[in-house]
């Protein structure tokens, strides 16, 4: 049984830091290239961060470089979005991704408002 359980998500201030976290379970996440994205009421789904399975590379959108962290632990299952100096426009519901060679899977989200 797949799962992607995001957590971490809550109340912040401007300035504040939160730290997301996303187990994975079910499929061999050290395989998986692991993304987190973004999604505000009344617009459309924002890709923010990407990594990939050994954790070598990251990627990010311009939107959040500088502010934003992914990162991964595969002995924990586990990748985290370190989320520095949020800003107002920071709130949505966030969600991990995985995404496989032949499968791609989706977290139920945590919601941050800043």
């Known amino acids: 049984h797949v799962q992607l359980v995001e957590s971490g998500g809550g109340l912040a201030h401007p300035g504040d830091s939160l730290r997301l976290s996303c187990v994975a379970s079910g499929f061999p996440f050290e395989k998986y290239y692991m993304s987190w994205y973004r999604q505000a009421p009344g617009q459309h789904l924002q890709w923010l961060a990407s990594i990939y399975a050994d954790g070598s590379r990251t990627y990010y959108a311009d939107s959040v470089k500088g502010r934003f962290t992914i990162s991964r632990d595969n002995a924990k299952n586990t990748v985290y979005l370190q989320m520095n100096s949020l800003k107002s426009e920071d709130t949505a519901l966030y969600y991990c991704?995985?995404?496989?060679?032949?499968?791609?899977?989706w977290g139920q989200g945590t919601q941050v408002t800043v």
């Open positions: 991704t995985a995404r496989g060679d032949s499968y791609g899977y």
